[in-house]
Nanobody, 125 residues
Framework: QVQLVESGGGLVQAGDSLRLSCAAS????????MGWFRQTPGKEREFVGV????????YYADSVKGRFTISRDNAKNTVYLQMNTLKPEDTAVYYC??????????????????WGQGTQVTVSS
């Protein structure tokens, strides 16, 4: 059974940094592209970024490009989301997701069959 567990969320001030982690189990981690999404109440789940499984490439939403960085540690079956210069509009529940197929550049949440439970990030102004 695939399990993704996010951690590292919390309450920070604008301009601060935060690093989220997503620990994966029940899958061969190196065979999966790993994505990060976020969601606020009443809105659709929004793509944040993705790291591919091979020769890791990363793709980001324009809203976070230059501020957020995704990395993965295959030895620990963990993907990270480093968030710098946080803004109040980054406030959301953040989810990691795993995708076996595809090219590792998908921003469509429907392409990801496996999801974590989410972790809350709140950025105060």
């Amino acid at each position: 059974q695939v399990q993704l567990v996010e951690s590292g969320g919390g309450l920070v001030q604008a301009g601060d940094s935060l690093r989220l982690s997503c620990a994966a189990s029940g899958l061969t981690f190196t065979r999966y592209h790993m994505g990060w999404f976020r969601q606020t109440p009443g809105k659709e789940r929004e793509f944040v970024g993705v790291i591919s499984k091979n020769v890791p490439r990363t793709y980001y939403a324009d809203s976070v490009k230059g501020r957020f960085t995704i990395s993965r540690d295959n030895a620990k079956n963990t993907v990270y989301l480093q968030m710098n210069t946080l803004k109040p509009e980054d406030t959301a529940v953040y989810y990691c997701a795993a995708q076996f197929l595809g090219l590792g550049d998908s921003s469509d949440p429907r392409d990801y069959p496996h999801w974590g439970q989410g972790t809350q990030v709140t950025v105060s102004s």
